[in-house]
């Protein structure tokens, strides 16, 4: 098992920025695919960011892609997503999600493993 902790959410004006973190622990992280993903109240889950195990590929969403920059570091477990320009339409729970299989995919269902989510609110 891995466990996967969300940190850095919280309130900011457009245009702000902010910070998540993804802390993990339990089974190796080195050789996990790393995503993120959000769900705003009454929407699915939807894809933000993926990373693969080594950090040498990244893919985004287009509605985040220039804003957003998805980073791990295998040293310390963590993968992070710095988000920039933030949009009242990025407001949404997000969350850390990590793979066992070493190709990075943008469908939810492909992720084994899941935080708790972190609140992003961005105002107006």
């Known amino acids: 098992q891995v466990q996967l902790v969300e940190s850095g959410g919280g309130l900011v004006q457009a245009g702000g920025s902010l910070r998540l973190s993804c802390a993990a622990s339990g089974r190796t992280f080195s050789d996990k695919v790393m995503g993120w993903f959000r769900q705003a109240p009454g929407k699915e889950r939807e894809f933000v960011a993926v990373i693969s195990s080594s950090g040498g590929s990244t893919d985004y969403a287009d509605s985040v892609k220039g804003r957003f920059t998805i980073s791990r570091d295998n040293a310390k477990n963590t993968v992070a997503l710095q988000m920039n320009s933030l949009k009242p339409e990025d407001t949404a729970i997000y969350y850390c999600?990590?793979?066992?299989?070493?190709?990075?995919?943008?469908?939810?269902?492909?992720?084994?493993?899941w935080g708790q989510g972190t609140q992003v609110t961005v105002s107006s």
């Open positions: 999600a990590g793979r066992v299989v070493s190709i990075p995919t943008r469908r939810a269902q492909a992720y084994d493993y």
